[in-house]
């Protein structure tokens, strides 16, 4: 299973930085990609990441203020998120790909981008 964390409360212009890690298998062979859902809204596909660690895609939204990163000896992936804006505020999960198939998602961590 997939588990994500590391959201909170922030205020605008703040940083987190959610973890994403696997238990019970290795993330080496996903591509692994975070979306997010605010409420009322659809989900959107904030950024990916590839077995390698490149490519990297990142969501037009979120472009230049996130960060999307692996770590293999953790089998562990994380977004950084800088400059964060209200319009962020959402439930953040992650999800492990293999080719077009999602076979793994985690339960979503909470953030709250509010002054």
């Known amino acids: 299973q997939l588990q994500a964390s590391g959201g909170g409360l922030v205020q605008p212009g703040g940083s987190l930085r959610l973890s994403c890690a696997a238990f019970?298998?290795?993330?080496?062979?996903?591509?692994v990609v975070w979306f997010r859902q605010a409420p009322g809204q659809e989900r959107e596909l904030v950024a990916a990441?590839?077995?390698?660690?490149?490519?990297?895609y990142y969501a037009d939204s979120v472009k230049g203020r996130f960060t999307i990163s692996r770590d293999h000896a953790k089998s562990a992936v994380y977004l950084q998120m800088d400059s964060l804006k209200r319009e962020d505020t959402a439930l953040y999960s992650c999800?492990?790909?293999?080719?077009?198939?999602?076979?793994?998602w985690g339960q979503g961590t909470q953030v709250t981008v509010s002054s």
């Open positions: 990441i590839s077995r390698s660690g490149d490519p990297t």
């Open positions: 019970g298998f290795t993330l080496d062979d996903y591509t």
């Open positions: 999800a492990s790909k293999q080719g077009p198939v999602y076979r793994y």
